[in-house]
């Protein structure tokens, strides 16, 4: 089922609740366990305020209305109708508002700086999510017994371990019982809250916005701080934008409203009812609010909650990645389908432990969700702050919106969102560096590594033999033709592939029948079969075929010449070689680029994942030809 499809009108009854059941699963864990650790940050995390009766209202209110506005408003009735062919996500986005800058240069460097800015800070937000999440869940055997606080780290790094470990079996089983997981998670959340919160009603006034602007006004020295973990509640809303390819606008929409929002506004309140009672109960409000025979079974639950959480946060890593590959963000890598039958089912080892080392150290450094939370936020938030600004130029060319009315949209969403940032810088001391630290890193690489593919692309260029006079000079001295087809990658269609020249000036001769693939990326999810190929005769029986793939798309040339029979190309597997071109990179002083940036690109370059692998060609029918290329 496409994502178009899942949005149709005909998805309506048991196939719409199994949806959002399934949306519940992969969608809604790093939102659904923030209850563990939110309220609790706020009262008694390393900068709490103090626990009077106007300060829980102020903060309750202000949880609320963050999950209003920033969740309900923002992402699922604005920033989820911005898909691209039903595709969500910070690449989809900057895809998006690429589309209509093509034309002018600085708009189009601009957008990639931010878009690429807003990837690498999900990476950062990706490495402290399973981090805070396990070890908050965990944290709960502290309330149930004492004695077992010592156990808290190394069980949280058993977990986590087990977790990271187990992707490369794929999710396809696992994922199944996602749904259903979360859903008693969520039923519990209410059960918790509402138990508390009927103790309580008057809690409920929290739902004036104006407990909350007066909560802001009276604590003017510590306001700033108390916003910096309410943000803490709405940490996963991203994640209903980068998984709408998967189940659809309407499913997860549905979810938020009927089931989510309630279920998390219950425990939230709940919490909050519970302290105004037994302010003791501060510490950790969360795990204190459930009856003492429930805690080991909550403990229990909440990790399983966590991990699906993580699991999410890990699958979306994934996705990115793969798709920054497909736009020239990343280098080419090792990419594993764990699934026959769901192509969006990957597993990339080098993400894989790369975010589990980097997790596990987060762990062992900050050793408690407390310390956790201060490094969580302004990854969060960075993001926000990033796809609203992607968003605005979507709104203001796709939709046709014009500049004023998509900014007097969005100005306010980027109001509370910078708040939200101003709060979570003055946390860069106590933790919130290392997603900075992670998430420039990764800005730093992505960007070396599209701008070290274009300066290799220009000094080729500038080597480049035109095609059209190449094939005009065989027609008067052509060289011996042997038997069977020869396969060129080409990135230039217009260009001769360097492999052939070198293979033409060292082994002197050419095959039958030469054909030249060029294969281009599109900002699109997919491209249909019946548009995947474009087949040209040449003279002198060359023929140039180009390749067209969306960036969710998986590559397989292989399976793509074999399209090419319609345009009446047919090609016999053991009568075909591949050839393919390996440059050795020599960086030099002065160049376009910083020389330790050079260094970096020439690093990442000799490490990438062949071409062989990355487009399926079988290796038993390679050749490849080297050439030195000075940058």
Known sequence: MTASQQNSPELTGKRLAV?????????????????????????????????????????????FWALIIIVSIKYVMFIMRADNRGEGGIMALIALALRDAQNKPRQTKLIMIVGVLGAAMFYGDGMVTPAISVLSAVEGLEIATPVLKPFVIPITLLVLFALFYVQRQGTAVVGKAFGPVMLLWF???????????????????????????????????????????????????????????HFGRKPISRAWFAFVLPALVLNYFGQGALILADPEAA??????????????????????????????????????????????????????HTSDKEAGQIYLPAVNWGLAIAVMILVLGFRSSNNLAAAYGIAVTGDMVITSILATVVIARTWKWGWWRAIALFSCFLVVELIFLAANILKIPDGGWFPLVAGMGTFVLMTTWKRGRQLLAERVKGERLELSMFLESLSMSMPTRVGGTAVFLNSDPTGVPHAMLHNLMHNKVLHERVVLVSVKFFDVPYVSAIDRVEVSPLRENFWSVIVYYGFKDDPDIPAALDLCVNGGLEFNALETSYFIGRETLIPRLNSEMAFWREKLFVAMFRNAGSATAFFKIPSNRVVELGSQVVL
């Open 283 to 336: 510490q950790n409000p969360f795990f204190l609010s459930a009856p003492e025979w429930a805690l080991y079974p909550l403990v229990g639950l909440a990790t399983l909650a966590t991990v699906i959480a993580s699991q999410a946060v890990i699958s979306g890593a994934f996705s990115v990645t793969r798709q920054a590959m497909q736009l020239g963000f990343v280098p080419r890598m090792e990419v594993q």
């Open 19 to 63: 949806m959002a059941l399934a949306a519940l699963g992969v969608v809604y864990g790093d939102i659904g366990t923030s209850p563990l650790y939110a309220v609790k940050e706020v009262f008694a995390g390393n900068h709490p305020i103090p626990v009077t009766e106007a300060n829980i209202f102020g903060s309750l209110s202000l949880f």
């Open 187 to 245: 039923s519990v959340l209410a059960v918790l809250g509402l138990h508390n919160v009927v103790a309580h009603p008057a809690i409920f006034q929290a739902l004036n916005p104006l407990y909350g602007i007066e909560f802001l006004l009276a604590n003017k020295a510590t306001a700033l701080m108390a916003m910096g973990n309410v943000v803490l509640a709405v940490t996963g809303a991203e994640a209903l934008y980068a998984d709408m390819g």
